[in-house]
């Protein structure tokens, strides 16, 4: 049996979508299992589910159907590791220009970043503060596109103690309300 560290996470996309979801790097337990967000203790299924994003809570194993609404999802850096401590300035590096590519080629109108660590990587913006939620400019645009909206939650593993789980469950809302404002949420 491969270690958790050889078991890479596929990418779910596909052009224009609403939203790609985009976390730091797997865990051990959703490398394990081979699904995004399977560790029980994370709180991205049920943000989904109660913030108005898809009909029911889906499961770690069901993550193929976020494409169904319109959604994907990713890491930013798709090693993966105990820790996003262990990550290295390499591993971001090669993960942000890899996304930053991605991104210019799929399009996707919003780009939600589960956890303020994926963002900083992913724009550069590394030492100024990041407020939660939508951010004042779009992202990743090239000359023949605006780019894309950018929404930044905060982690939703467990191991995030800086907000509260209310606090984290109630950025999926607020992703939810712009959606439906700009008319791309899929059940409203």
């Known amino acids: 049996m491969l270690p958790f560290t050889e078991k890479w996470l596929p990418t779910y996309i596909r052009r224009d979508l609403t939203v790609l979801f985009c976390g730091i790097n797997p865990g051990r337990v959703s490398a394990t299992a081979g699904f ?41 850096v798709s090693r ?41 990587h992913a724009t550069g913006k590394k030492k100024e503060p990041v407020p939660l939620g939508l951010q004042p400019d779009r992202y990743f645009g090239t000359q023949d596109w605006p780019g894309s909206w950018v929404f930044v939650i905060p982690s939703t593993s467990g191991a995030n ?28």
């Open 161 to 188: 103690a800086s907000f509260s789980r209310e606090e984290r469950l109630a950025m999926f809302s607020e992703l939810s309300l712009f959606l439906q404002e700009k008319g791309w949420h899929p059940f409203r």
């Open 80 to 120: 993966p590791t105990r820790s996003s401590s262990d990550l290295t300035d390499a591993d971001f590096n090669t993960g942000a220009e890899q996304f930053v590519h991605m991104v210019g080629v799929y399009r996707p109108r919003v780009v939600c970043f589960n956890g303020i660590t994926a963002f900083r």
């Open 36 to 76: 995004h967000y399977a560790n029980p203790a994370n709180l991205f299924w049920r943000g989904l589910y109660e913030g108005g994003l898809t009909p029911r809570q889906l499961k770690p194993e069901e993550t193929a159907c976020l494409l169904d609404f319109g959604y994907g999802i990713t890491d930013l």
